[in-house]
DNA sequence: TTGCGATCATAAGCTCGCTTATAATATTAA
DNA sequence: TTAATATTATAAGCGAGCTTATGATCGCAA
């Protein structure tokens, strides 16, 4: 009698919102890769530029907390995009450990039409959904965002604290 | 002049919904991987195992439709999950290109759990929200995977195809 | 002044998704 | 029957995120 407890695990009728929030995403990048791929850009240095852009000459750990990303993560994105000639990383006269980061002319240039294709991405993605709905998932995503970003390792220790199960 | 073509590229107020669903999907697999750091199976691996499970004997390509994931991305977790012992790879008696995936009874065993700590996790990315709201996120994000999954050519048959290809 | 703990950038190496390509086998057409 | 095509699994390698660790530097405190 395995077939209710499939249900239970997978119910296709209302799928785990975690598995939908992950393709949605998914299959959003995918377009828009495809959508852009003539340009030597994505859409996560789009996002990175435009704000270093907002920020010029800021360092790279601020500009991680900004972006709410690792370091780590951000330092090889800015690898990737400094040797496309996108970003610059200059030393910071001020903090020897530190590297200011600027666009170039270069990266400003694509980034109007990036924004144009993103879009056309999010128009093709959101066909038949009304304003009105629109406006819940966008709200619904920032409490989302904002409830799992807050303070991580509080909300962490007290559903840790909840249940430790040993199987014996 | 650059101030308003800044608030154009990226404005705070009304973020890109690409940006949204893709920091919201990530903070979700980050809390629900801290969640599950015990236990060895990602979420992904939970996902791909629960549907074996229900496809029992299935082939790589067709597990991988039933998905939407690439053969090749599959392929890799398939590895992984085989040299974790959560799945077993047998060759296909009918096809000798194909490999029919079994669940193993250690990989049954933690998909109990699983589930459980990945309700938790909605729990609290969700709190504050409320049934109507995430009823319409569900459907909307539903709507996106459609939209940008049926002009990919024929996503609608693949899953179409998955569903049938249960049991007799 | 020294010395010790934070902070900055980054290395190593992991998961997860992808594109593109290839060997082996199956299937279909000629 | 044979040749062309399609399908199955997988390799190679990239982008995007992560954890953990490490060398340099800064800043504070003894």
Redesign the pocket.
Known sequence: MNEPQHELLLDPKSPHIGFLL?DAS?LM??RF??ES?DIAM????M??LARVWKMEGT??????NAL?????????????MEAAGLVE?RP?P????????FTTEAGRALLPDMRIRGERVVKAALRGVSEADVQTVIATLNTIIANLGEDGDRACDLAAAAQVTEDA
Chains 1, 2 share one sequence.
């Open positions: 992950a998914r990048r995918k890769e495809h791929r994505t859409a996560a240095q996002k990175i360092s790279q750990a601020r500009l991680a709410d990303l690792e370091p780590i993560t951000l330092c090889r994105h800015v690898d990737r990383r910071d001020a903090d020897r450990r530190a590297r200011q980061l």
